[in-house]
Structure formats: structure tokens, C-alpha cells
């Protein structure tokens, strides 16, 4: 059996401008990676509506899931979901579900629903809501699209409930065996493993602490037998106990 | 005139894993906007050949400049010298010139180069070395396509040294108004003064604090001028001095 895979598309000038860091796709890597979906791709693009009807039809063919994150709430740039609607070639407009759920948000509901408000009820047709327990408005599930809000915060709950509807995978088994010796004394003896053992993933991240060069070998598999006799070897070749 | 515009390509099966948080794209990001480079996409793909060497053709025919991190080291997963080659159909192999500067990190020089050590040397035929004042291995440009070491520090000494070789664009002037209100509240207004600067880009990134909602209105354009005009249309509008 294969793990899912996945892409995830992070729709923001402010991460390409450099204002804002980026969380969500930290957050979602070590999420996906427990639950056994393998994060394949990430792109993130502007809040432009060709670049992300294009990143969407792309990604959504390639992969088992895809998700977005970014561009749902109410100003005039945020056009995730309109883009999204064009991108499945489906209607998009305000979904009374979704309006109900949003109004439990103000003080007087429906009556407190402005124009600017309804925008985050817009959603297109044939899509299944994800729940925010933080601020109400919904992403949505279009087919194996999963839209979700820029917000950490509100990405981070609406992932914790999606999640768990999603195909689960085989865990991915790491191990990690500090090396402190540069790296280009590692690589050589490490190639011979990871050329022994082509279906485990065997990566060095070299590192530089106090003054001294050292690496982090990787090991990653579905197997966790083959994880436990590759980091053997590894200890073995390094003489580490 | 118009801005030089460019991708990031970052290579890291350990950024998608979740197991490390890239710092490299942040960084970048407001270095190139202080440039006057628009950073127009990011992708983060997997130590794999294919995908590498699709990223890299895709992304520089469609911009200025294309900017890579990782994969440059002397492991057997450091593959990303050998796949910019396979993009441009240009051989590789170890290069004099490369060879020398590395040599200058070790004890006994030339003779402490092991086979391992002089895959740092591996330079893709005609780039242009990229100097590396940290740990001395160089990156190196190949036509529009810049090639750098995934670790900060490193990455961070390379970027640095490129930079100031680079078309240098009109500065992005930038401006924040913060606007206590929920964003639902901010939307209709901010979307008028949005529709009558269509050159200037509004963006409304929402915040939740101590329990209160509000918005960082982020004005830019090259023309100050221009977002003078607009900051002052936004303080009118939601009175604030």
C-alpha cells in the first residue's frame, strides 16, 4: 500500500512580500506526516486569480489531496472561493447552511449579516463545509480540494477536524542518529547505505553548533524493521553506541 | 518600468516532512522586496531529479529571476548541482576553479579533499560561482537560475553577496494602517478605496488580540505618493487621526 499524497497551495502576497511569516505549512507537514499522508508539494502564490485557478487544477489531477490555505474571509482580496468555483467550472454563490452558521457568530444573526459578511458564506456549489470553532465562517471540501483559512489559528482548527475524515496512511517511521563529524566525512559511508537500501529515505542535515560541524541522519520508512537495521548500520559505520 | 519578477525553488524532503521549519523563504522574501525584486511564486518540492528539473525549466522561462535552496551539499541526497545541469543540457563535473576555493577550508588543502568533499566542486558547465564566506563550498548561478545551500546561515551569506550583482527594481513603498474593527466591518468601505486605486495593492491581513478583532490595512505601490493618497483615504474613512 501507498500513502496518500498530497499538495498544499498557501495563497498570500503577504508571505511572498516578506511581511508575514508563514505557519501553516510547518503546522500541516508534521500533521500530514503523522497521519500518514505524504505532503508531496507546496506552492505558495499571490492572491491572483489565474495563478491560483492554475495552482488548483494542477495540483488537484496530481495528487490525492490538495489544500489551501488563505483568502477566505471578507475584503476584496479575498477570492479563494470565486477562484476556486471557476477552477471545478461550478456556480458559486451565498449557501443558506453556511449563512445560518455564520450568523451565529453576531449578536442579532441573520439581521447582522451584511453584504461584506454574506462574501464568507459564498460557496461553491457541490462542496461540503469544514467547521471553525474559533470565528464560525467555513472553509469547504470541493471534491479533494480542502479550503481553509489564512489564520493560524482558524487553519489549525479547521485541519484538526478535517483530518480525521481523511484516508489515513501507513505512519511514516523516522529515526534520527546524531553524527558529529562534518558532513563530508558522513557522505561517503552513508551512500553506501542508502544505496543498500533504496526504499528507505536516508537524508543528512548537516548542522553547525558550537563552533562544530555535525549532521542529523534521517532514516524513513513505513517499516519500522527497516528504519531500526538502517540506523544500525549507521551506528555501526559511525562507531556510536 | 516594471519590476524584475521571481520564484523561490526550495529543495527539502525535510521541510515537507514537517521535521524542519524553513527559515529561507521569510528571509529571502524581504530581501528581494527591499530590492525592488517581486517574489511571484514558491515552491517547495522533494530531493527528487524529476521534479527538481520540471520545477526549474517551469520557473525560469516564466521569470527574471529563479532563487534555489538545499540539495548543494557532498551527501548522496544532495542532488540539486547535477539536476540544474540536466535543465540547461550542459555537463558537470568537478571545476578547478571550485575545486581551489574549497580546498582553502581544509587543513592540508588540496590533499584533504576526499571524493565526497569535491562533490561540492561539481559546477554545472559555464555558471558563475556564488561565494560561500561561512563554509567556502560556492553556490553558483547558471544563467537566470541562482543556486544556494539550503542552511540559513550559509544561504543567508550567499544571498548577501548576490544581491547587490542583481537589476535592482523601484523600491516597494509600503504602509500599515491598523484598524481596530472586525474585518467584516472594514471590508465594504476598504473595497470602494480599492476599486478607485486599482495600481495599488490593498491587502486586509485580520488579527485576533486580547479578545478583539481588527485588520493590518497593508497599502503598496512603487509610487509613494500613491499610497500617501490612499493611507490618508483609509485613516478618513475609518477616523483615525
Known sequence: MTNPTAAMIVIGDEILSGRTRDANMFNLAGKLTNHGINLS???????????????????????????????????????????????????????????????????????????????????????????????????????????????????NCMIEWLLPKLKRGAEMISSTVRVDLPESRIAEPLGIIANNFPDVSIGSYPFYEEKKYGANIVIRSTEKDLVLVVEKEVRSKFNLS
Open 41 to 155: 508539494e507546496v506552492r505558495v502564490i499571490s492572491d491572483n486569480p489565474t495563478e491560483i485557478i492554475v495552482a488548483v487544477n494542477e495540483t488537484r489531477k496530481k495528487y490525492d489531496y490538495v489544500f489551501t490555505s488563505g483568502g477566505i474571509g471578507p475584503t476584496h482580496d479575498d477570492i479563494t472561493a470565486d477562484c476556486i468555483a471557476n477552477a471545478f467550472g461550478v456556480e458559486i454563490d451565498v449557501r443558506e447552511d453556511a449563512k445560518l452558521i455564520l450568523a451565529t457568530n453576531y449578536e442579532n444573526g441573520i439581521d447582522d449579516l451584511t453584504p461584506a459578511r454574506l462574501r464568507m458564506a459564498r460557496i461553491p456549489n457541490g462542496a461540503i463545509l469544514i467547521d471553525n470553532i474559533i470565528s464560525k465562517a467555513p472553509g469547504f471540501s470541493m471534491e479533494n480540494v480542502h479550503v481553509m483559512a489564512g489564520v493560524p489559528s482558524v487553519f
